[in-house]
């Protein structure tokens, strides 16, 4: 078994005790760990990626996510910030008016930088955000996850679990394999793919920062097998 970010998935061990994670503080965790982050392909070039994180930035919004789609469409996902005070009042999620301002933003500033596209489309994360780098799985420590790992692991790549960290600083999620509570242990570099598990209140509105009232959400059964 191994602490470090990188090297080989350090397995699946029995979970010592029940836990459910610590939800991590408002501002969340400094996100210089020294974790590498999830690795995503590049969609654009270097510059335009810089100038539409530096455009959404510069509003106080999080870029979660930047991507082309078919017949020309640039795709650009926001999030608001714990603590952060907008235009269109407080709250933990991204409204229409939060949107259109990003979008007035951002078609400056691709055209200063050159970017080709024929639509732009800016959207909240939604129940089921991705994470894509350390900073979002450090907000996130103690959040209900669906986790796939790039390679398999005793036969699966699919988890599904509450995300947390070891003694040692490591990545761990506890999940429910049917035989009791399960460690998986991991590395940022060998997920494909992380998001948060929707969980919904009795009122049916969504709950996905950090997930504060987790013994409402869905049994976490480690996922399915791929």
């Known amino acids: 078994m191994r602490s470090k970010a990188a090297g080989p998935v350090r397995g699946v061990r029995k979970a010592d005790k029940p836990r459910a994670g610590r939800p991590s503080s408002p501002t969340g965790r400094a996100a210089g760990s020294g974790q590498a982050p999830v690795r995503v392909p590049a969609l654009l070039g270097a510059g335009a990626r810089a100038a539409i994180e530096t ?40 409204t229409v008016d939060d949107c259109e301002l990003v979008t007035r933003q951002l078609q400056y500033a691709l055209e200063v930088e050159g970017v080709v596209y024929e639509r732009l489309e800016v959207s909240s994360p939604g ?45 761990t999620l506890v999940f429910d394999d049917g035989r009791g509570e399960q460690v998986l242990g991991f590395a940022l570099d060998e997920v494909r793919e992380a998001r948060l598990v929707p969980v919904l209140d009795f009122k049916g509105r969504g709950r996905n920062k950090a997930q504060e009232a987790l013994p409402d959400a869905a049994p976490l059964d480690g996922g399915q097998d791929r």
């Open 55 to 94: 455009a959404v930035a510069a509003l106080g919004y999080e870029l979660v996510d930047v991507e082309r789609a078919p017949r020309g469409l640039l795709r650009v996902t926001i999030d608001r910030l714990p603590g952060g005070v907008y235009p269109s009042g407080l709250g933990d999620f991204v």
């Open 127 to 171: 129940l089921d955000r991705v994470l894509r780098s350390a900073a979002h799985f450090e907000r996130f420590c103690g959040a209900a996850v669906a986790l796939e790992l790039r390679q398999p692991l005793q036969g699966r790549k699919a988890f599904k679990g509450v995300l947390g960290r070891d003694e040692a600083g490591g990545w």
